[in-house]
C-alpha cells in the first residue's frame, strides 16, 4: 500500500526505528539498519526482501553490495535505510550519522534517487563525517551507556563502526 509516509517514489528512503521500517519497507528490495551504538533491534521489521545492518564504516560494503543486487535484479533496486534510535526509540544522532553515511555511500555508486528524508540524512553525515567517532562517546545514547556499563562498551562499538563488515540477517531474493 502506497501513501506519503512510505515515500513510494523514491529508490533510496529514510526513516526513524522499526515503525518507520516498516513504513518505508514495502516496495523496498532492501532495508539497511543503522545501528552505531547497537542499541536497536531490527526484529520486529516486518519485510520480505533483504535485511542488512551496517554502520559508517561498512558504507562502501553496503553500497557495494546493494549494487550487486540491483545488477541482479536487471532494474533499480529500492533501499530502505532505517536509523535505529535510542534503546526507546528516541532521536540518536549516532544512527542518523549512520544511515546518512550508508545513503551517501549508494549515491557516490549511483544509486542515488533519494527521498528529501534521506537527503536530510546525507547533509547530516556530510557535515559531521570527521566527527563520527567522537559522536559515539559525546552523544546521549554514548554517554548513558559510559554511565551504565564503563567506556569498553562505546570503544567496542566505536571499533565495530569502523569497520567495513556488515551483517546480512536476511538475503536478497531474487523475484522471479
Not at 545513503?103 to 566527527?131: C, K, W
Request: charged fraction near 20%; charge should be negative.
Amino acid at each position: 500500500m502506497n501513501s506519503p509516509r512510505n515515500q513510494p517514489q523514491y529508490q533510496i528512503r529514510f526513516d526513524w526505528g522499526v515503525e518507520g521500517a516498516n513504513a518505508i519497507a514495502p516496495g523496498a528490495h532492501i532495508v539497511v539498519w543503522a545501528d552505531a551504538l547497537g542499541t536497536g533491534d531490527p526484529s520486529g521489521i516486518v519485510h520480505d526482501g533483504a535485511l542488512l545492518t551496517g554502520s559508517v564504516g561498512s558504507r562502501a560494503a553496503i553500497a557495494d553490495w546493494v549494487l550487486a543486487r540491483q545488477v541482479e535484479l536487471g532494474d533499480r533496486a529500492t533501499v530502505a535505510v532505517v536509523a535505529a534510535g535510542g534503546p526507546d526509540g528516541r532521536f540518536a544522532v549516532e544512527d542518523l550519522l549512520a544511515a546518512g553515511a550508508v545513503i551517501d555511500a549508494l549515491a557516490e555508486v549511483g544509486i542515488d534517487y533519494i527521498s528529501p528524508e534521506a537527503a536530510a540524512a546525507v547533509g547530516a553525515y556530510t557535515g559531521l563525517r570527521n566527527a563520527t567517532g567522537h559522536v559515539l562517546s559525546a552523544c546521549v545514547t554514548g554517554q548513558e551507556i559510559i554511565a551504565a556499563d564503563g567506556r569498553d562498551r562505546v570503544d567496542e562499538a566505536r571499533k565495530h563502526n569502523d569497520s567495513a563488515e556488515f551483517k546480512v540477517l536476511r538475503e536478497f531474493v531474487h523475484p522471479a
